[in-house]
């Protein structure tokens, strides 16, 4: 997605900013950021129903399914033919989609899949323009638990619009369209806005109905999007919330393009972020190291606490960061990141974190546990981080 295409529509955001108003509902679902996986990072167009079902298998096996990864979500190239009535049919790589929800649920998990407010989807499929009520009712009909909705094929339409007001608003009427389609079907569903940030989207993601919504262009596996994505978080906490959450892009733990610091990396910042967690790899062949990553409990924990606030840098120093995340339990997690390339030795002020006198500290990447007065030497490998829970 070229995501320059829509930026001309940034001076939208101070008209937005006078009109947003707080959270409204939806707030039920996606209390916590939403775990699971989506297909794009590792198979992009090559998915099949028994892809998705070999997944699900995986998340249960693999022992994702009880660390808290629910969602196994269907992105875009599922879709078939529209019939005479205008229904929307999977195509032949999927004969039978209510029974991949079936099966899917079957294992304890929840199906989620993708469409645009637009005519075609990102991959030239069939969008939901002018069949946004007839898509959701089919969806809930099926049993689906997750939308995860790609502005994509609305781009023609919103450069043609006449000025950059009117662009936006025809963005938010799309995506307010299919939130009422969603409610009117029924079930709940978990509704993924995907717009690439455009528009500071997170200042109204909520009024339109959105659990959750991309802050940004695509990631991939390579360690300089992952980081220029991540580290360009530093901001947006507090738009993010319980049942409505800044949206980083899915995790590509296990894909192979960084190495286990980078990777470490990764996760440690989504889960300082509170970003939904969806794992983008293959989880049919998971090495032993890329599991323990993904279930690491404590890492979780970091993600998923119940006080729901994303996490803030709190300081640069060259390429050194400090990010933290405020906990339920009175705790904060604390990132200690080094964006060299090189290892690095880090002096961390306690004080200046809002700690003083003795503090207990878990590193949770390295499972020890330790007892800081003061300050503390962190020697931080190149691209790696140090991740503590403090007390
Ligand atoms: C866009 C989205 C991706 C993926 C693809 C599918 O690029 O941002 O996450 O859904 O479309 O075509």
Known sequence: ????????CAPAVALIALTASPAPAAAQIAATPPMGWNSWNHFHRNISDQIVRAQADAMVSSGMRDAGYVYVNIDDTWQGDRDAQGIIHPNSKFPDMKALADYVHSKGLKLGIY????????????????????????????????LKYDLCGLRTQLQAAPSPEAAHQMMVDAYTKMRDALKKAGRPIVYSLCQYGNDAVWRWGTDVGGNLWRTTGDINDHYNRMEEIGFSQAGLARFAGPG?????????VGNGGMNADEYRTHMSLWVILAAPLLAGNDLSTMTP??????????????????LGRQGDRVYAEGPIEV????????????????RHPRPMAETVDFGRLGFHGTVHARDVWDAKDLTISGSQTFTIPGHGVVLLRVK
């Open 1 to 8: 997605m070229n995501v320059r295409l829509l930026t001309w």
């Open 115 to 146: 469409s645009s407010p637009g005519a075609k989807t990102c991959a030239g499929y069939e969008g939901s323009l002018g069949h946004e009520q007839q898509d959701a009712d089919t969806y809930a009909q099926w049993g689906i638990d997750y």
């Open 244 to 252: 409505h959450w800044n949206d980083p892009d899915m995790l590509e």
């Open 289 to 306: 190291e890329t599991i323990a990553m993904l279930t690491n409990r404590d890492v979780i924990a970091i993600d998923q606490d119940r």
């Open 323 to 338: 990010w933290a995340k405020p906990l339920a339990d009175g705790s904060k997690a604390i990132g200690i990141f080094n």
